[in-house]
């Protein structure tokens, strides 16, 4: 080999050099994704004058809060949104009684309103928070959940002896036949109104395994019933990414909180977005195997519009919205 390079030999190992120095600088970028996260906010009836804001710092759309308005208000306020290029996506009908006698039927006409409502606004799903229940329930980390595939019945809660957990279980499975019975009433309606029920559960102590949840949502076998994955919620039961996985297309819409959990693993609090427990880069992967845009929605404070607009950029890039390495 010659103890010198001519020019020609210089000039293509520089150039070989930056072809290797560009693409390990790429291998370490966050992949490209075929998937959008679009950004909301939970919102009132919304005004040009309230949204304009929220257009000004980037946020695409809202969650509307406001599920009893008739539909040619709803209607209204759909046009509102579309002018200026923003869209109503879902609305937020929240906790309902379908466990409690006394006030099913009312509450499964509230849901159907909701869904009239939401066909106004031009949204295509509803949260719904099919049942409130008490009780003693386990600890987030003593769950170990086993169900009857058949029923969705839990037949065990925890490891070892379920005595101390029997009225937990009876009524978690009560619970679980009323849901099923009130919402099976509903799905001629959310199909009439191409609005999907999206099934959140929050801190309810229902469905509390990624499995079981998913388990539940899948026995309507109906495209009219969703999830609707709040991924700070979760946090305290399994790391959001699992819920994600077990869901996979079943999830309708997504909302935005973070939670950090105690050095141990077990308690913890909430956290501002990127400064918590949620791993932002796993849910992305996620979302992405799950193939299909999905609605952000902000369920949390600490910033301001514009820094939260940010941090959801970030996520949507794969990065981890806080910073750190993950």
Same mark, same amino acid.
């Given at each position: 080999? *010659?103890?010198?390079?001519?020019?020609?030999?210089?000039?293509?190992?520089?150039?070989?050099?930056?072809?290797?120095?560009?693409? =390990?600088?790429?291998?370490?970028?966050?992949?490209?994704?075929?998937?959008?996260?679009?950004?909301?906010?939970?919102?009132?009836?919304?005004?040009?004058?309230?949204?304009?804001?929220?257009?000004?710092?980037?946020?695409?759309?809202?969650?509307?809060?406001?599920?009893?308005?008739? *539909?040619?208000?709803?209607?209204?306020?759909?046009? =509102?949104?579309?002018?200026?290029? $923003?869209?109503?996506?879902? =609305? $937020?009908?929240?906790?309902?009684?379908?466990?409690?006698?006394?006030?099913?039927?009312?509450?499964?006409?509230? =849901?159907?309103?909701?869904?009239?409502?939401?066909?106004?606004?031009?949204?295509? #799903?509803?949260?719904?928070?099919?049942?409130? $229940?008490?009780? #003693?329930?386990?600890?987030?980390?003593?769950?170990?959940?086993?169900?009857?595939?058949?029923?969705?019945?839990?037949?065990?809660?925890?490891?070892?002896?379920?005595?101390?957990?029997?009225?937990?279980?009876?009524?978690?499975?009560?619970?679980?036949?009323?849901?099923?019975?009130?919402?099976?009433?509903?799905?001629?309606?959310?199909?009439?109104?191409?609005?999907?029920?999206?099934?959140?559960?929050?801190?309810?102590?229902?469905?509390?395994?990624?499995?079981?949840?998913?388990?539940?949502?899948?026995?309507?076998?109906?495209?009219?019933?969703?999830?609707?994955?709040?991924?700070?919620?979760?946090?305290?039961?399994?790391?959001?990414?699992?819920?994600?996985?077990?869901?996979?297309?079943?999830?309708?819409?997504?909302?935005?909180?973070?939670?950090?959990?105690?050095?141990?693993?077990?308690?913890?609090?909430?956290?501002?977005?990127?400064?918590?427990?949620?791993?932002? *880069?796993?849910?992305?992967?996620?979302?992405?195997?799950?193939?299909?845009?999905?609605?952000?929605?902000?369920?949390?404070?600490?910033?301001?519009?514009?820094?939260?607009?940010?941090?959801?950029?970030?996520?949507?890039?794969?990065?981890?919205?806080?910073?750190?390495?993950?």
């Amino acid at each position: 080999m *010659p103890s010198e390079w001519n020019r020609r030999d210089f000039l293509a190992a520089s150039v070989a050099g930056v072809g290797l120095a560009a693409t =390990v600088g790429r291998a370490a970028e966050p992949p490209a994704f075929k998937t959008k996260l679009h950004k909301a906010v939970i919102h009132g009836y919304p005004t040009e004058a309230s949204l304009k804001p929220l257009k000004d710092a980037g946020f695409e759309g809202i969650e509307c809060g406001d599920w009893n308005k008739p *539909p040619e208000e709803a209607a209204k306020a759909r046009e =509102v949104a579309e002018k200026l290029g $923003m869209r109503i996506h879902s =609305v $937020m009908r929240a906790w309902v009684n379908f466990n409690n006698p006394a006030s099913v039927e009312g509450d499964i006409k509230s =849901v159907e309103t909701a869904l009239k409502a939401a066909q106004g606004y031009g949204a295509d #799903a509803i949260l719904l928070v099919p049942c409130r $229940m008490g009780g #003693a329930a386990p600890q987030p980390w003593e769950f170990d959940i086993k169900f009857d595939e058949k029923t969705g019945h839990i037949t065990q809660v925890v490891s070892g002896d379920n005595e101390k957990y029997k009225a937990y279980i009876e009524t978690h499975n009560k619970s679980s036949d009323d849901s099923i019975a009130a919402l099976k009433k509903l799905i001629p309606v959310a199909e009439q109104t191409k609005v999907v029920i999206a099934l959140e559960n929050v801190w309810n102590n229902m469905w509390t395994k990624p499995k079981f949840f998913a388990h539940f949502v899948r026995l309507f076998d109906s495209p009219w019933v969703g999830a609707y994955f709040d991924i700070g919620n979760h946090v305290k039961y399994a790391p959001p990414e699992e819920w994600l996985r077990e869901l996979g297309p079943l999830t309708v819409k997504l909302h935005a909180k973070d939670f950090k959990l105690n050095p141990d693993g077990k308690g913890g609090n909430w956290a501002n977005i990127g400064e918590g427990s949620v791993n932002w *880069p796993a849910v992305r992967a996620e979302v992405e195997k799950i193939g299909k845009d999905l609605w952000l929605t902000n369920e949390s404070g600490g910033f301001s519009l514009a820094e939260f607009s940010r941090r959801f950029d970030l996520i949507n890039q794969g990065k981890d919205p806080g910073g750190r390495e993950k």
